[in-house]
């Protein structure tokens, strides 16, 4: 993943440590706020919550449709840091362009805004030496869209980053690069084995129930269709049609 082309960003990582922060509890109050080595970068909801007390960079790069709402206006005009959106709005005194360009200079793979900070920090790592460390907190994705389509994309990033030599801490609770167990490696009970045997052969089962209930449908079908049959003609004759 090189870089095709060095260009500057408006705001990069100034400090050795960076937290990045998102919406979840309850590794959100674990977040390192009242060490000041740590850099702390963030989605703009955060300032919403009561738990909430700083952060050096937010992010807001959803569309008009989005941050156009009076509360998420609202929110924006009040926070005093530089915000990373899409485009720089004169309404946000503080915002400042996302670098798009530099970002898509790396491989095109974004779900989330979580993504776009990675990369950013990715790049800035690249670019200055810094972060060293990058520590996530509020940041689960154990469930729906987040475990279907933006924790893959995170978890690239972050290996992206690994490998680059960036240190990478997920705080307690997370499923973000975290598996029940290390497969193959695993304490395995005999008695595993044959409750899996029941669970297969109890799936054979119900599959072959399912393929007999079909079959038993289509005969109702079939006789349902010659009961209305029956029953239309004997209306017919029951009318003297026939007389």
Request: charged share 25%; glycine share 8%; with cysteine.
């Amino acid at each position: 993943m090189a870089i095709k082309k060095i260009l500057e960003a408006p705001y990069l990582c100034k400090k050795e440590l960076l937290a990045l922060v998102g919406a979840a509890a309850p590794s959100r109050l674990a977040t390192p706020y009242g060490d000041e080595n740590f850099e702390i970068w963030t989605m703009s909801v955060l300032v919403t919550f009561p738990d909430f007390k700083r952060a050096d960079l937010f992010f807001e790069l959803h569309t008009e449709g989005y941050w156009g709402h009076k509360d998420v206006t609202e929110r924006l005009k009040k926070i005093k840091q530089p915000i990373y959106m899409q485009e720089k709005q004169a309404e946000f005194p503080n915002s400042i362009r996302y670098p798009i360009e530099i970002i898509k200079q790396y491989r095109r793979y974004h779900t989330s805004s979580v993504s776009f900070m990675l990369a950013l920090a990715y790049h800035s790592f690249l670019t200055t030496g810094n972060p060293k460390h990058v520590a996530l907190f509020g940041l689960v994705m154990a469930c729906d869209e987040e475990y279907g389509e933006q924790r893959p994309c995170c978890e690239y990033w972050l290996g992206v980053m690994e490998g680059a030599g960036i240190d990478i801490e997920i705080a307690p609770g997370s499923a973000i690069l975290a598996s029940p167990g290390l497969y193959g490696y695993e304490t395995y009970n005999p008695i595993i084995y044959d409750i899996n045997q029941r669970i297969d052969g109890i799936n054979i089962g119900l599959k072959q129930s399912e393929n007999e209930l079909e079959k038993w449908k289509e005969q109702k079908a079939r006789q349902e269709g010659g009961l209305a049959e029956n029953q239309y003609w004997k209306n017919r004759f029951t009318k003297g049609a026939f007389y």
